[in-house]
């Protein structure tokens, strides 16, 4: 069975860079034609999507977030990352990885990482 | 980018009930890439329905989707405790995928 966990910093001071990892067991992200996602939900909000990674290196990300987001992946540790560069208050959320799949959506999800910002 | 306007924002049911929650697109959904997700306090979301009408493995059949196009509906027939969440509907049809902003469904 798939399963996905985040983990990284907790707390990230105003202007620097976020970064989180996503450590994939019970199945090899080189495989299949799966997107390797992340998702994040601002505290009492709903869910938007930050971009994903195929197998290939080929990313997408949100316009909306394009300019300050990374999404990588390292196969050797079967492990996707996020880096989001020059946070604010803003980028405060919980932040999930996933993996999407073209006709299913997303499935399954990691529990999330709560990531605040502040000074 | 695709907007989904889900309704209501929150809905009162008792154990037992039907609810219906409902999910609209601003725009036509390519081939019905509409998913649904429950989401339960302190979890992460859960697939339910995809494809807007197929259920994910090992869900209930008291979950049920149906839709097309632009309109979109989550059913879950008789609720039992453990439904009591947010709901929310997602389009991975187009790029950015997007979510709704989420039903509550509470006792």
């Known amino acids: 069975q798939l399963q996905l966990q985040e983990s990284g910093s907790g707390l990230v001071k105003p202007s620097e860079t976020l970064s989180l990892t996503c450590t994939v067991s019970?199945?090899?992200?080189?495989?299949?034609?799966?997107?390797w996602t992340w998702i994040r939900q601002p505290p009492g909000k709903g869910l938007e999507s930050i971009g994903y990674?195929?197998?290939?290196?080929?990313?997408y990300y949100n316009p909306s977030l394009e300019s300050r987001v990374t999404i990588s992946l390292d196969m050797s540790k079967n492990q996707f990352s996020l880096k989001l560069n020059s946070v604010t208050a803003a980028d405060t959320a919980l932040y999930f990885c996933?993996?999407?799949?073209?006709?299913?959506?997303?499935?399954?999800w990691g529990q999330g990482i709560l990531v605040t910002v502040s000074s | 980018e695709i907007v989904l306007t889900q309704s209501p924002s929150s809905l009162s049911v008792s154990p037992g009930e039907r609810a219906t929650l409902s999910c609209r697109a601003s725009?036509?959904?390519?081939?019905?890439?509409l998913a649904w997700y429950q989401q339960r306090p302190g979890q992460a979301p859960r697939l339910l329905i995809y494809?807007?009408?197929s259920r994910a493995t090992s869900i209930p059949d008291r979950f049920s989707g149906s839709g097309s196009g632009t309109d979109f509906t989550l059913t879950i027939s008789r609720l039992e405790p453990e439904d009591f969440a947010v709901y929310y509907c997602?389009?991975?049809?187009?790029?950015?995928?997007?979510f709704g902003q989420g039903t509550k469904v509470e006792i």
């Open positions: 990674i195929y197998h290939s290196g080929s990313t």
């Open positions: 997602h389009q991975y049809g187009s790029s950015p995928q997007t």
């Open positions: 725009q036509t959904i390519t081939s019905t890439f």
């Open positions: 019970g199945g090899s992200i080189s495989r299949g034609a799966y997107s």
């Open positions: 996933a993996r999407g799949v073209t006709i299913f959506g997303i499935d399954p």
């Open positions: 494809g807007a009408s």
